[in-house]
């Protein structure tokens, strides 16, 4: 992608534009970890103070000359105040999704009789999270009972999610500042930017290209073997095992054990087992990648054409993303090599479901 007519706006409830100029940002996105932005701004008003920006709606915008490229809706969770070279003041801030205040919850709660979808709503809601959508591929039945002890509603809605297969990120409309929370479970939820080139020629290249690829691959558990107890049926067995595929031809020795295993039923210590192996070997093989395109980052798919080593020519799924821009003009007074943007991108194969690594 071509860095001509590239510039950063952050639109902030109740500010103007000369208040909020952008001169650099950071976002860091990983599946299942509501997103982090930091934006350092350069500010034609002194006196702001945390009441200006806390808890405010902030959306930041990847522009191509008139042409917006991407936007990040968020809200702003931290400020801190920089240097004050007499023109401007230089403020930064950080940014997250609304699922974030999740975590400053605490809470003793039992649940009965419901299933995943509708304790994710009660919780959400509560929350004010309303913009979110299950994308769900895998059956989950109601549980017999869910005890949430001591935990923050993100850290238990996480563990949750990371029993049940369920990976979360941030879907975004291509043309709007709308964006929702999606909770999928297969990777048929990921949409695909379809086909993008290998070309480490970036200086010499208009287009959005992969500029690197270091593939990793490593030796993870081989199987899970997990079993439960229900008074109501003392003679069921309730043992359930999965023993993972892609192994690249590590041995098949490594067995996780878990009991008590967190069902009573056949459907949840089937798929529990599943998940769990899953979650073990999610990082068995991976990918780490530089890229020219903002379009690129969590809950998306690309196709890679072109590398030389064939091999990797193949589908990959994003599992975590650092974009970064830098504007330095607009910093009075400060000379810089003009606005730049850059995206470092973890990958895996897309023929595979990513799961969260199990939580205890």
Not at 96 to 107: I, K
Request: a negative charge; aromatic letters at 12%; hydrophobic letters at 35%.
């Amino acid at each position: 992608m071509s860095q001509n007519g590239l510039r950063f706006t952050l639109d902030v409830d109740g500010l103007t534009p000369a208040a909020t100029a952008v001169a650099r940002f950071t976002l860091y996105q990983n599946l299942s970890t509501p997103f982090l932005l930091t934006v350092d701004i350069a500010s034609d008003r002194s006196g702001l103070t945390a009441v200006s920006f806390l808890e405010k709606n902030a959306t930041l915008t990847l522009w191509q000359g008139n042409t917006p490229l991407r936007y990040l809706h968020g809200i702003i969770t931290g400020m801190e105040t920089g240097e004050n070279n007499h023109w401007q003041m230089n403020y930064s801030l950080t940014i997250s999704p609304p699922l974030w205040r999740c975590g400053l919850r605490q809470n003793f709660r039992i649940f009965q009789q419901q299933d995943i979808r509708a304790i994710s709503t009660t919780l959400l809601t509560e929350n004010g999270v309303t913009d979110w959508v299950p994308s769900f591929y895998e059956a989950h039945p109601p549980r017999e009972f869910c005890v949430q002890y001591g935990e923050t509603d993100l850290a238990f809605l996480t563990r949750l999610w990371a029993e049940e297969g369920i990976f979360f990120f941030d879907w975004f409309h291509p043309t709007g500042p709308d964006q929702k929370l999606v909770l999928c479970d297969d990777v048929a939820g990921v949409s695909t930017l379809g086909s993008l080139p290998f070309n480490p020629n970036t200086r010499e290249v208009s287009t959005e290209c992969i500029s690197e690829l270091h593939y990793r691959a490593q030796v993870r558990p081989s199987s899970v073997e997990n079993q439960d107890y229900t008074f109501k049926t003392p003679g069921w067995p309730g043992y359930f095992s999965h023993h993972a595929t892609n192994l690249n031809g590590q041995r098949t020795q490594y067995e996780i054990f878990d009991y008590p295993g967190r069902f009573k039923d056949e459907q949840h210590g089937q798929d529990f087992a599943r998940y769990l192996a899953e979650g073990f070997r999610h990082d068995a093989e991976t990918a780490a990648c530089a890229s020219n395109s903002p379009k690129l980052w969590p809950g998306k798919r690309f196709t890679l054409t072109g590398h030389p080593s064939l091999t990797l020519n193949r589908e990959w799924q994003v599992t975590g993303s650092v974009l970064k821009g830098e504007q330095p003009q607009a910093q009075h007074g400060h000379r810089g090599e003009g606005t730049t943007l850059s995206n470092r991108l973890d990958v895996i194969p897309a023929d595979r479901t990513w799961r969260s690594s199990p939580l205890p």
